[in-house]
């Protein structure tokens, strides 16, 4: 149906039509005499159970009509300019191909030969709206438990995760399976997120259509009532025409007998004797209608009233012709044309709602099943391309073999400690057995003989007078004649080859002993320490801690004391395109010492940055673990800075948001662009 309205064609055909022409109401595709209306075929199957009339009812024939007038009236009193957006299509102006061959021809000439066509189709487009309300209904709360369970698990994955690398939970095969298992999570929850949007875009869509639908359901049920209103006044109109000829009739009638009567009165009552009673009952009858017709009338009188009684019905008549044959056109023009396009038109409303509804829950069934699938092959991927699935990836947990290099390093770490427990060995006379043979005692002398080594027995070691920690840096770098202080140099190199995927690097402290007997022996001699050593490898955390703790130690820290206050006002900028600025600025501000050792130290922790998927370590926790680190804190009463001092707590939150933005720009603040271009 298009939107400037019905077309004219058909409307003009019947001013043209010829008044003698065969009476055979024409119901272009729909023949209301054909052998079958329902076919027997899949198309229609509903349609069986339907009770249709035998023949149309009488008021659809037009086979009296003496003709067809102008339906002029009808185009002023109905007006056939109707809306439709989506729903309602182009409705050809053609009769021939009013209804196209795609459509169900058998459903709609059932349809057209019902007397509730309009009505049940208006019932039934009104159920349809419910049902794909109830599905828009269902699809959006589906959505809501869909994605609060999506951001839950993916909450909880991430927390989890975070969690575990911050406490000292086991280590080895155990802590990598736990985070592979907790992306897994992550991965089942993003897809759970994605499912409730694409529920959210089917129930808005579901919505809008049953919105448009109503709509345009509204329209063409105002449109039908109007044209069943002016058919029904065409009716009524035509029904007073008829009541007006009948008095008039009635009324020549009373003529005609007062007329008779006279010519009787005159010939002396000649059917006296034969009509007997019966005559005298009628001439009665007939005066007793004339009323005052007989009182003082003569036959001129009745003459000229006889002339004027036969004017009224001769209009009367010609009235009433006119209006049965308006009726006639408008009924025949209302059952044939204008019934079969408001009939379709409420068809296509009812298809559009039903295909759109069951369009989106077979799209809700196929999403559905490809979230489950979708979960599954996560957790139990098809091919060794796609990983290897929750169940294989906790399997994959060797707790033998955990526990042993657990066992090792306990036993190294410790190995120089004073025992705790009784005594294993000692002189005989104290009541001690000598030693168990063991086997394997070349590996075991072959312990005892490095253990010395590893257990701190530093006085061996000879003090070349070139201490590296607690001196001011540009001091230790001058004294050296370096570019970069020999400490970070060396334990940076160390921990990118041994530490980059390192779980919890910086963040996990080693062992206190161990530390400590590292920091005498770099202090001594750090040429003579060999971080590569299985000694130190075997626990990179503990090169972590002394590299911190030399930081820590420095007399001024590295951001220093004077730029300190520079560094916390640029922080607390709220525009990040403007701190950025303001940071850069304290940075090129600092001595050239200091600058040389923050844009290499920075730099390594970018590079760890780089793993985070492996180490856990992100920009945000690096610079919770060296915001107080590089600016050092301030000792509460003298107001100097040290690492170990306990204030500064206020302005901590704005150390760690210098070092994050530092970090996050750090190209733009220390690669120049000729080093990017070599």
Known sequence: MADEGYSSTAWESTDNSDPNASQTPYYGLFQPNSPSLIHESATAPALSSLSVKPSSPPPRSSSDSLGRSSSSRWRDSVPVTIERKDTLSMIPSDAISLVETSFDENVLRVLCELDCGVPLLLDRIKQSMVSCREASVFFKKKAVLEEEYGKSLQKLARTTSEVYSMNDGKAGSFVGAWQSSMKIHEVMAENRIRFAQRLNEMSDELASLAKEVDKNRKQTKELASRYERALQESELNMEKSKN??????????????????????????????????????????????????????????????????????????????????????????????????????????????????????????????????????????????????????????????????????????????????????????????????????????????????????????????????????????????????????????????????????????????????????????????????????????????????????????????????????????????????????????????????????????????????????SIQNLAIVFGQTLFGQIIPGNGSFSGHGNGGIADAPFQNKAIETILDHYSDIFVDEAEVGA
């Open 244 to 617: 007006r000829l009948e008095v008039s009739s009635e009324e020549l009638e009373r003529v005609l007998l007062q007329k008779e009567g006279e010519s009787l009165k005159d010939g002396g009552l000649q059917a006296k004797n034969q009509g007997g009673v019966a005559g005298k009952r009628a001439l009665g009858k007939a005066v007793a209608k004339g009323g005052l017709l007989l009182k003082g009338k003569n036959p001129g009188n009745i003459q000229r009233q006889e002339d004027d009684v036969r004017t009224r019905v001769s209009n009367a008549s010609d009235s009433y012709r006119k209006a049965l044959t308006d009726t006639q056109a408008m009924r025949q023009e209302y059952f044939n044309f204008q019934l079969p396009r408001i009939l379709r038109a409420l068809k296509e409303c009812a298809d559009e709602i039903d295909l759109g509804t069951q369009y989106h829950l077979t799209r809700y069934a196929f999403l559905f099943e490809s979230i489950v699938l979708s979960d599954g092959s996560t957790l139990v991927p098809v091919g060794p391309e796609d990983g290897i699935g929750l169940k294989s990836t906790i399997e994959s947990i060797d707790n033998r073999a955990d526990f042993k290099v657990y066992m090792q390093n306990y036993a190294y770490a410790r190995g120089g400690a004073a025992p705790r427990g009784p005594r294993r060995e000692g002189p005989a006379e104290e009541g001690f057995l000598p030693p168990l043979p063991t086997h394997g005692g070349g590996a075991h002398s072959a312990v005892h003989v490095n253990a010395p080594i590893g257990n701190g027995h530093n006085a061996q070691i000879p003090d070349k007078g070139r201490p590296t920690f607690g001196v001011d840096l540009a001091e230790q770098m001058a004294r050296d004649n370096v570019e970069l202080p020999a400490i970070l140099e060396k334990c940076c190199v160390a921990i990118e080859k041994h530490g980059l995927r390192s779980q919890g690097i910086y963040r996990i402290s080693g062992m206190a002993r161990k530390v400590a007997s590292l920091k005498e022996r770099l202090d001594k001699d750090i040429d003579s320490v060999n971080l590569d050593s299985e000694e130190w490898i075997s626990d990179i955390n503990n090169v972590t801690s002394v590299l911190k703790m030399w930081f820590r130690e420095l007399p001024d820290p590295l951001l220093t004391s004077t730029l300190h206050q520079g560094f916390v006002e640029a922080a607390k900028i709220e525009n990040d395109r403007l701190r950025h600025i303001r940071l850069h600025e304290r940075v090129n501000d600092l001595p050239d010492p200091n600058y040389a050792t923050l844009k290499y130290f920075l730099g390594h922790l970018h590079k760890i940055a780089e793993y985070e998927a492996d180490n856990s370590m």
